[in-house]
């Protein structure tokens, strides 16, 4: 797990004065659900070349 100084970049780029929690929540949600499209397509992109290789080897 990394340190709270690792992390203070992205702490730093969420933080908001303006709210009760100190981060814009609907910011950090925007973020989060663009890093998973991310990794799903990433993800199906693996998927498509593992069904490719083991269509090869049969």
């Known amino acids: ?20 929690v100190g981060m ?3 910011y950090v949600h925007a973020l989060i659900l663009d890093k998973l499209e991310q990794l799903e397509s990433r993800l199906s992109a693996l998927e498509n070349s593992c069904s490719g290789e083991s269509d090869q080897t049969e």
């Open 1 to 20: 797990m990394k340190t709270k100084a690792e992390l203070q970049p992205i702490i730093d780029k969420i933080a908001s004065e303006n709210s009760p």
């Open 24 to 26: 814009d929540a609907v």
